[in-house]
């Protein structure tokens, strides 16, 4: 196949559909820097999105099935993650938390290339056992892989994160065809060990969280102040929008970080209800496009990772959203090709990469 008719089968639609999300990132983060006069995000978005691009292009020529076949190869990506994971504890706290390895002016997140490595080494193990999957031992088999690095997080500490592995495992759990007793069972499990958690284990400020969302009663100035600033942001927002640059709530500071965690809710603020419309139409195209390719896999590997790898995002999507919303627990994740932040997007379109190679082999 030569590089014209190669490059006619990528999915373009979906690459379109990820720019476009992507530029309403870069715009609110241009926006977001208009009272410091600081554009160094915006610039580093920019080049981070550029050299996503290149990689997915790049990755989108490597023949997936190697990777399939090549056991080795998902295992020691999965053991370099962890390793990962394991040497971001002794590096110095970043806001009271170890999660990035700080390289010069830039930070690397080892949470992303974990994300790859899990749906990748459940996509192979599953993919082998597609038969055996009505065997519990199998499921508690594949508990191990999430249990190492949800700990390894958890110690950071850094509970947003955990909720994505699990949401990543149960997701294939499901594809693969799990017996809903077992998928019952797991469900009480984590049930225990969550309150086990809260009771023994989670921090205090963790514990508060979680009390103040429950609660009725609103503390203003203490751990309500992100949600409500956020629901202030988007309200005030109106169908329209206030305007490009003229965002109060994140131009002023009373918007909590609005380049990453809260980034909807000043995009929300600047083009109102249309823009965030904008935003969810995207994403229904991205996942319409990824459902497509998945179903017309003939591979079991294949659809179990474009399960897991569109369930990472939904899930991450969703809890941003949610979040901004007032609608759960403040916890820190960006939101999927919209926040800034280049490891992100790096390894997404990494993954996006494998998809479009995906496409082109199967169908």
Same mark, same amino acid.
């Not at 629901?231 to 909590?256: E, M, R, T, V, W």
């Not at 809890?319 to 901004?324: E, F, K, T």
């Given at each position: 196949?030569?590089?014209?008719?190669?490059?006619?089968?990528?999915?373009?639609?979906?690459?379109?559909?990820?720019?476009?999300?992507?530029?309403?990132?870069?715009?609110?983060?241009?926006?977001?820097?208009?009272?410091?006069?600081?554009?160094?995000?915006?610039?580093?978005?920019?080049?981070?999105?550029?050299?996503?691009?290149?990689?997915?292009?790049?990755?989108?020529?490597?023949?997936?099935?190697?990777?399939?076949?090549?056991?080795?190869?998902?295992?020691?990506?999965?053991?370099?993650?962890?390793?990962?994971?394991?040497?971001?504890?002794?590096?110095?706290?970043?806001?009271?938390?170890?999660?990035?390895?700080?390289?010069?002016?830039?930070?690397?997140?080892?949470?992303?290339?974990?994300?790859?490595?899990?749906?990748?080494?459940?996509?192979?193990? @599953?993919?082998?056992?597609?038969? !055996?999957?009505?065997?519990?031992?199998?499921? %508690? +088999? /594949? $508990?191990? #892989? =999430?249990?190492?690095?949800?700990?390894?997080?958890?110690?950071?500490?850094?509970?947003?994160?955990?909720?994505?592995?699990?949401?990543?495992?149960?997701?294939?759990?499901?594809?693969?065809?799990?017996?809903?007793?077992?998928?019952?069972?797991?469900?009480?499990?984590?049930?225990?060990?969550?309150?086990?958690?809260?009771?023994?284990?989670?921090?205090?400020?963790?514990?508060?969280?979680?009390?103040?969302?429950?609660?009725?009663?609103?503390?203003?100035?203490?751990?309500?102040?992100?949600?409500?600033?956020?629901?202030?942001?988007?309200?005030?927002?109106?169908?329209?929008?206030?305007?490009?640059?003229?965002?109060?709530?994140?131009?002023?500071?009373?918007?909590?970080?609005?380049?990453?965690?809260?980034? @909807?809710?000043?995009?929300?603020? !600047?083009?109102?209800?249309?823009?965030?419309? %904008? +935003? /969810? $139409?995207? #994403? =229904?195209?991205?996942?319409?496009?990824?459902?497509?390719?998945?179903?017309?896999?003939?591979?079991?590997?294949?659809?179990?990772?474009?399960?897991?790898?569109?369930?990472?995002?939904?899930?991450?999507?969703?809890?941003?959203?949610?979040?901004?919303?007032?609608?759960?627990?403040?916890?820190?994740?960006?939101?999927?090709?919209?926040?800034?932040?280049?490891?992100?997007?790096?390894?997404?379109?990494?993954?996006?990469?494998?998809?479009?190679?995906?496409?082109?082999?199967?169908?």
């Amino acid at each position: 196949m030569n590089l014209f008719n190669y490059l006619k089968k990528i999915d373009w639609i979906i690459v379109f559909a990820i720019l476009g999300l992507a530029t309403f990132g870069i715009i609110s983060i241009h926006s977001s820097s208009l009272i410091s006069q600081n554009f160094t995000d915006f610039y580093k978005q920019i080049g981070f999105l550029g050299l996503s691009l290149i990689v997915m292009i790049f990755v989108s020529f490597i023949d997936y099935r190697k990777i399939r076949e090549n056991t080795f190869l998902i295992v020691l990506l999965y053991l370099v993650s962890v390793f990962l994971l394991v040497g971001v504890l002794f590096v110095p706290a970043i806001r009271d938390t170890a999660t990035w390895y700080k390289i010069g002016p830039f930070s690397f997140d080892p949470i992303e290339p974990m994300k790859i490595a899990l749906i990748l080494i459940l996509a192979k193990f @599953f993919s082998k056992r597609h038969r !055996e999957i009505y065997n519990l031992k199998n499921v %508690i +088999i /594949s $508990l191990i #892989y =999430i249990v190492i690095p949800c700990v390894l997080v958890f110690l950071q500490p850094n509970f947003g994160p955990i909720v994505i592995f699990l949401c990543i495992w149960f997701g294939v759990l499901l594809v693969s065809g799990i017996r809903k007793k077992h998928l019952a069972i797991l469900f009480m499990t984590f049930g225990i060990l969550f309150a086990f958690s809260f009771a023994f284990i989670m921090e205090d400020y963790q514990k508060d969280r979680i009390i103040n969302f429950i609660s009725s009663e609103n503390d203003e100035l203490g751990d309500d102040w992100n949600k409500n600033q956020s629901q202030i942001a988007i309200g005030s927002g109106g169908f329209l929008g206030k305007g490009i640059g003229n965002g109060s709530q994140a131009q002023y500071g009373f918007l909590p970080e609005p380049k990453t965690d809260f980034i @909807f809710a000043a995009i929300g603020e !600047e083009t109102g209800f249309v823009g965030l419309s %904008i +935003i /969810s $139409l995207l #994403y =229904i195209l991205f996942f319409y496009r990824v459902l497509k390719v998945s179903i017309n896999s003939r591979s079991n590997f294949a659809r179990l990772f474009l399960a897991g790898w569109s369930i990472s995002i939904f899930a991450q999507m969703l809890i941003n959203m949610s979040m901004n919303l007032g609608l759960l627990p403040v916890v820190g994740l960006p939101l999927p090709f919209v926040s800034y932040g280049g490891s992100n997007l790096l390894f997404n379109f990494i993954c996006l990469g494998v998809m479009q190679n995906i496409k082109i082999v199967e169908t």
